[in-house]
Structures are given as structure tokens and as C-alpha cells.
């Protein structure tokens, strides 16, 4: 009996696309696609725009050798420490302050106007990058700029817009479409930055498809739920979301999980952009590439990927598998015979990690309320920012200390920060087969009284096995 009830529930769960497009789900893609593509004209040119910058004069590329300058030499180190300063800034208490009252904010007003805030929080850091690119600003200004913008995300509210339309079967499926989305627009964008030849027209082309992408927004994204103008203003706590984010065992290994993530892959990109300059001579037009290849094995691991490692491993085997493929990058980083095709390669391998948030995601969503997701998102990205601050500037710290010609750590080389962010992958990686199989929380819901219903739903897949 249970078995055809199991059938019937199946049977009754709509298909992932007719979710996606009645939902209005796909206007969100599209236009996260054409933000992503548009920063991603720009990107390539930062890391070299940011050492000319700081050095006071032209960088070309070199290796290890004596041939740069020493300014630019140093300059690497200090646009690492500069970016990590900014994002401890954004992350650690922009975002900290404001992801969580947009979640809450977006649960009783809706989610169009915060997405459409955190999609236009975009704009200014890449005018203060064409401006000190002209010579009109200083070149710490972009730095100040992102501090108080880059905070100001519309994902999490992004998340639990998904939330809202799809069913809870599909719901890890529909943040791996997100996801692949954004590895697609890998593709387009750096496609475009290869074939531009100067900084000015990347960050123009790279505003002008912001401009486009918020368009899309305000005209064809509809509301995805009936606005609640009248819930208590006790919704737009941060203390409260944050609570809801850690107030089970299981949020807490999400929330930790999350912070983990960031640690090991966010947090180390500005070193790793720098460190690929000086190890194997990258250039504009190679990191271009290397989004490209990004890109396209992060569609594939989407796609091919995801779905197969849920219904085989589940939550806790793709989580451990995304943590070891990034701990193997790492160890690939830091090997001393590193060459450039080695590197396009560790880009195709971290491309697995991109199944864990996916996973995470479905997760919370899952086990909160619908009423709640905004809340519950917005908590889970809270964590999430706190790790994304701090870490930044750790790894440009020690990348400082084992780079500059001055300081007396030098001698063991960039390599040492690689070996430790493997060493924490691998951690990860081992803490996440030690989950249980099936986890199963007594969770606590947020609104007072018993309903019969259950805030921690079905796992991932419970529908489609």
C-alpha cells in the first residue's frame, strides 16, 4: 500500500522544466546568465589592471626569474591583500548585516525588488574600475567600492525564489541548473574578453550588459508568491534568521559545511589569479581560456554529474566527492613542475566541487518552512559570508608573507598556501562521509504551535529513487 502511495506522490510531482518555465523561473537564469557573462568581459583584465595599478606603471607577464620590476613584483601581494580587506568588509559585515534581513524582508514584501537590488549592487564596483583605469581615481577606489556593493547579493533571495516554485523533489536539480547557468555564461563571457583588446572596452561592454540584465528583471520576472504585508515585523530580524540557520544539528553541518566551501574555493581565487601570473606567465587572454574551460566542464558536471551522484552515493557522497576534487587541485597548484596546461587542468577538476552547494542548498530549503525560505537562505548565505570575509584575508596574509621579497618566510614559497587549503578540502571531505546516511532532525519550528507539519521535509532524490 505504501508503495503505490510512494508512486502516486511521484507521479504527482510535475516535471523539472514545467516548474522552471510556469514558475517564471527561467526570466531569473537569463538574467543571471547576462550578469555573469557581463562581468565575466571584464574579469580576465582585473588581476593584471589591479598589479599596473598598485605598481604605478605597466606589468608585463614574467615568471620567477629578475626580469620585472620590483614594484610589480610586489604589487601582486598587495592587490591579494587589498581584494581580501574589501571582501572582509562586504562579507563579514555588509553582508552579514544585510543577506539575512533581505531573505526575511524578501519572506513578507516578495522577492522581485531584492533581487533586483542585489543584480544593480553590481554597478559601482565596475565604475570605480573603469575610473581608476582612466587615470580619474586612486587604485585602492575599486577596493572601497566593492567593500560597501559586493556585500549586497541578491543570491540567496535567488535561492529561495527557486524555492517557492519548485517542488522539494526537484529542488536539488534546480539549483544545479543555477548552477550550470552561471558555468554556461563562463563560456560566453570570456569568449568575448579574448577577442577585446584594451581594459576600457571589457568594463564598458561589461556595464552595459549589467544595464541589460536589470531590464530583464524589472519587466519580465513576475512575483513568485502573494506579497504578506501584513506578517510581524519580528520577520526582519537578523537575529532570528541567523538562529533559524543554526537551530538544528543539521543547519549547523550545513552552515559549517557552507563556511568550509567558501574557505577552500571562493576565498582563494584573487591568490590563485595572481599566483598563475607569476608561475606559468597567465595573461588576460589566458584566464579568459580558463573561465571558458570552467565553464564548460562545470555544464557538464550539471548535467552529466549531479543527478547520477545523488541517486548513487547521496548528499553525503557528493558532498565528500566535490571536497576531494578540490583538495587534488590544490595539490596540483603547489607542485613546483607546474605548467600552463596543468593549470587549465586543475580548472577542470575543481569544476566537481560544484555539486556541493547545489546539494547544501536543497538541503535547508528542504527542511525549512515555505514561508521561511527567505529566512532560511538568507541564514545559510550569512554563514556562509562570515568564512567568504575573514578567509580572504588569511590566504593574502600568508600569500604576502611567502611572496614579498621583504619578509623572511619568502623562502617557502606560495606553494605552502596551496598545501594548506588541500589539507582543509580533505577535511571536508572526511567529515562529510562521516554524516550519516539518512540524517533525521527534530526540527524546531520558528512559528509557535503545532500544525501537523513537519518543517524538515523529504531528502534530495526522495521522489525520483
Known amino acids: 500500500m505504501s508503495g503505490a502511495t510512494d508512486e502516486e506522490a511521484t507521479a504527482a510531482v510535475p516535471s523539472l522544466w514545467t516548474e522552471l518555465r510556469t514558475g517564471g523561473v527561467l526570466h531569473l537564469f537569463a538574467a543571471r546568465a547576462i550578469q555573469v557573462a557581463a562581468l565575466l568581459v571584464a574579469y580576465p583584465f582585473l588581476p593584471r589592471l589591479a598589479t599596473d595599478l598598485f605598481a604605478g606603471q605597466p606589468c608585463e607577464s614574467y615568471g620567477d626569474g629578475d626580469d620585472a620590476p620590483q614594484a610589480c613584483r610586489d604589487a601582486h601581494s598587495t592587490a591579494v591583500f587589498a581584494s581580501a580587506v574589501a571582501a572582509l568588509v562586504a562579507n563579514c559585515f555588509v553582508s552579514l548585516l544585510l543577506n539575512p534581513l533581505m531573505g526575511a524582508w524578501s519572506d513578507v514584501y516578495g522577492r522581485k525588488p531584492f533581487i533586483v537590488l542585489g543584480f544593480a549592487a553590481t554597478f559601482p564596483s565596475i565604475l570605480a574600475y573603469l575610473a581608476a583605469s582612466l587615470g580619474l581615481a586612486p587604485a585602492w577606489t575599486p577596493y572601497a567600492f566593492s567593500a560597501v556593493f559586493d556585500g549586497i547579493s541578491s543570491f540567496s533571495v535567488s535561492q529561495a525564489y527557486i524555492a517557492d516554485v519548485v517542488s522539494p523533489p526537484n529542488r536539488a536539480m534546480a539549483f544545479g541548473v543555477l548552477t550550470a547557468v552561471i558555468s554556461a555564461a563562463l563560456l560566453i563571457g570570456p569568449a568575448v574578453s579574448v577577442v577585446v583588446r584594451d581594459t576600457e572596452t571589457a568594463l564598458g561592454i561589461a556595464l552595459g550588459g549589467l544595464v541589460v540584465a536589470v531590464a530583464w528583471l524589472i519587466f519580465m520576472l513576475p512575483e513568485s508568491r502573494i506579497t504578506m504585508a501584513a506578517a510581524p515585523?519580528?520577520?526582519?530580524?537578523?537575529?532570528?534568521?541567523?538562529?533559524h540557520a543554526l537551530r538544528t544539528p543539521l543547519f549547523r553541518q550545513l552552515a559549517a559545511f557552507g563556511a568550509l566551501l567558501s574557505l577552500c574555493a571562493d576565498a582563494l581565487m584573487d591568490v590563485v589569479n595572481q599566483q598563475l601570473q607569476v608561475q606559468v606567465r597567465f595573461t588576460p587572454r589566458d584566464q579568459a581560456r580558463y573561465y571558458m574551460l570552467y565553464g564548460i566542464c562545470g555544464v557538464l558536471v550539471q548535467a552529466v554529474l549531479m543527478r547520477p551522484l545523488l541517486s548513487t552515493v547521496g548528499e553525503r557522497g557528493t558532498i565528500a566527492l566535490g571536497f576531494a576534487c578540490l583538495s587534488a587541485r590544490f595539490i596540483l597548484l603547489a607542485t613546483p613542475f607546474l605548467t600552463k596546461d596543468l593549470a587549465f587542468g586543475t580548472a577542470a577538476i575543481g569544476t566537481v566541487a560544484e555539486v556541493i552547494f547545489p546539494a547544501l542548498s536543497a538541503l535547508q530549503a528542504n527542511s525549512a518552512d515555505d514561508n521561511e525560505q527567505g529566512a532560511s537562505q538568507g541564514g545559510l548565505y550569512a554563514a556562509r559570508s562570515v568564512a567568504l570575509g575573514v578567509a580572504p584575508l588569511a590566504w593574502a596574509a600568508l600569500y604576502r608573507e611567502t611572496t614579498r621579497s621583504d619578509r623572511p618566510t619568502s623562502a617557502h614559497g606560495p606553494e605552502l598556501v596551496f598545501m594548506i587549503a588541500a589539507a582543509l578540502a580533505a577535511v571536508g571531505a572526511s567529515c562529510a562521509l562521516a554524516l550519516p546516511a539518512k540524517p533525521v532532525e527534530e526540527?524546531?519550528?520558528?512559528?509557535?504551535?503545532?500544525?501537523?507539519?513537519?518543517?524538515?521535509?523529504e531528502p534530495l532524490l526522495a521522489s525520483s529513487e
Open 233 to 243: 515585523m519580528e520577520n526582519a530580524s537578523i537575529l532570528r534568521s541567523l538562529r
Open 443 to 457: 526540527s524546531l519550528p520558528l512559528h509557535g504551535g503545532d500544525d501537523g507539519h513537519n518543517n524538515l521535509r
